[in-house]
């Protein structure tokens, strides 16, 4: 861990000092590279560039009085508003309607899951409502895979009893959900209040997650597929804070976040399976738990608190720290108490046509055996002793998954931006202002450590499976064509290698010891 730490650290480093280096020995933004000429050969006024001339300090077009071309000052960097979109359609003077979609096809050599298909990634709506400069509320809503949800309910009343059914229609892992719902009060630049749900700011990913924004069809095995995070992107929390941001010599900027949120914990949900077993019906149900988004309801009190401060030494270049803290055991399993400490570093390192973006995170989830105690001790009345098997035709298992007593991983991404000269009046390039290509290449690496799949309770049993350390690295190799900046379309390649462990972290549970996934994708925002 202290190497990854130590590595991911220093390359951020590396190029913040490179940045830095070019900035005090080149040009400030905006300017030439010609040296200024002599006012004995100076040339008429040219026709303005755009540039509009301050009056205060205007003279007359005396060429004998002829100045050397205006130094442009040293760009400030606009201060942030964290997860808002930019762009988006007006409908009226105060409110912006945006968005975003994404759809993939894959295609893999593995067995299971499906080894090729489509998959609608998600179509999220954002509504922006800024009254006055220093009032703004924020709201984004995600649709998941969800082409439909049908309900219907129906009381039926017979002779000598009634009937009451309910239907429930959908897709298969199919969701709706709240990611972002907040109103903010600006008390000026370095602060500004928001309350309601917002993005918890560790890492990089899960504060720029719209994928519109990415040139690799899937998220990353760290933020989304087999997530060090505490909760899987976008990870909402519902809570208060602040943020703002200061400027730093010529070019820099400091910025900073931090709330006290609800707080993840360990949840449940109850799953009803029906099956045919041995020429007999029957009717599973089971209680699983694990970690999920903190609740919205008011109950559970304020149980963490998180944070992020980054420095943005130029408008190409940022390096950023941050973490999440707080309790997330559940009060059925108090006096045990255990907490969640998660601390990431992430940056991004932009020039020319070159960029390079990257993340570390590491949680700490404390002493998972209390916790699987604790659930035991809870399920068995304090008794140790598993539940007898239900009535005929009927199974009930209880479930504790995916403990894991800490967990850590990284990935970094190089992207060169290039546009061939001879492609301008091509099909791809006709009728757009600035279209380009990306050449991508992104390596990551995640384990989680003496992982515990599952302890379950069921049939008078107590099972508890292994323990054991899981670790898969994925390189990625793409290329994304972008007509428009906020329209993506991409072709990728993953190699997925098992480096650790019986499975694989993703998909979950898999004996192989690599596989190889085709995917190609396209994302539209507005």
């Not at 000092?17 to 200024?36: D, F, I, K, L, Y």
């Not at 979609?101 to 999220?124: H, I």
């Not at 929390?237 to 730093?248: N, P, S, Y």
Request: charge should be negative; include cysteine.
């Amino acid at each position: 861990m202290r190497r990854l730490f130590s590595f991911c650290t220093a390359l951020f480093v590396l190029c913040w000092a490179a940045e830095h280096t070019h900035a005090q020995s080149s040009p400030a933004a905006g300017q030439s590279n010609t040296q200024p000429p002599d006012p004995s050969k100076a040339q008429p006024p040219q026709p303005s560039t755009g540039q509009q001339p301050d009056p205060s300090t205007a003279q007359p077009d005396d060429p004998s009085n002829a100045q050397p071309p205006a130094q442009t000052a040293p760009t400030k960097q606009t201060p942030q508003n964290p997860g808002v979109r930019s762009g988006g359609v007006n409908v009226g003077d105060a409110v912006t309607i945006g968005g975003y979609g994404s759809m993939r096809y894959e295609a893999n050599n593995l067995d299971n899951p499906k080894p090729a298909g489509f998959d609608f990634r998600r179509f999220v709506l954002t509504t922006d409502a800024t009254p006055n400069d220093r009032l703004q509320a924020y709201v984004e809503i995600e649709f998941e895979r969800l082409a439909q949800i049908e309900v219907e309910r129906e009381l039926e009343r017979f002779e000598d009893g009634a009937a009451f059914k309910e239907e429930l229609e959908g897709g298969n892992g199919g969701e709706i959900s709240i990611e972002q719902m907040w109103g903010q009060f600006k008390f000026g630049d370095p602060f500004s209040v928001r309350f309601g749900q917002i993005l918890p700011p560790v890492g990089r990913f899960n504060i720029n997650h719209d994928d519109d924004r990415w040139d690799i069809p899937r998220r990353t095995l760290v933020d989304r597929n087999a997530p060090v995070l505490p909760v899987k992107t976008a990870w909402t929390e519902l809570g208060i804070g602040a943020h703002g941001g200061v400027d730093v010599g010529k070019t820099g900027r400091l910025q900073y976040q931090a709330y006290v949120v609800n707080g993840a914990l360990l949840d449940f949900t109850i799953e009803k399976v029906v099956e045919t077993e041995e020429g007999e019906a029957i009717l599973k149900q089971a209680g699983e738990f694990s970690l999920a988004r903190g609740p919205v309801n008011g109950e559970g009190g304020v149980r963490a608190g998180t944070w992020r401060l980054g420095f943005s030494p130029t408008l190409s270049s940022e390096i950023a720290f941050s973490g999440y803290h707080g309790k997330y055991t559940p009060e059925f399993m108090d006096p045990i108490t255990e907490k969640i400490n998660a601390f990431g570093v992430d940056g991004i390192y932009k020039r020319g046509s070159f960029a390079v973006e990257g993340e570390y995170i590491h949680s700490d989830f404390g002493n998972t055996d209390r916790v699987v105690e604790a659930f035991i001790d809870t399920v068995t009345g304090s008794t140790g002793t598993a539940p007898l098997a239900g009535a005929a035709g009927t199974e009930t298992e209880f479930a504790i998954k995916d403990l894991t007593p800490s967990r850590q991983g990284f990935w970094i991404e190089g992207r060169y931006r290039f546009w061939p000269e001879g492609w301008k009046n091509s099909f791809l390039g006709k009728g757009f202002d600035n279209p380009h290509l990306s050449g991508v290449l992104r390596y990551e690496r995640v384990t989680l450590h003496d992982a515990l799949e599952e302890v379950a309770i069921e049939h008078g049993e107590i099972e508890r499976a292994d323990e054991q350390t899981l670790r898969q690295e994925r390189t990625t190799v793409g290329l994304a064509y972008r007509p428009l900046q906020s329209v993506v379309f991409s072709v990728a390649v993953e190699f997925n290698r098992r480096l650790e462990g019986d499975v694989l972290v993703f998909p979950r549970g898999h004996i192989a010891n690599n596989y190889t996934s085709v995917l190609a994708g396209m994302a539209f925002g507005f």
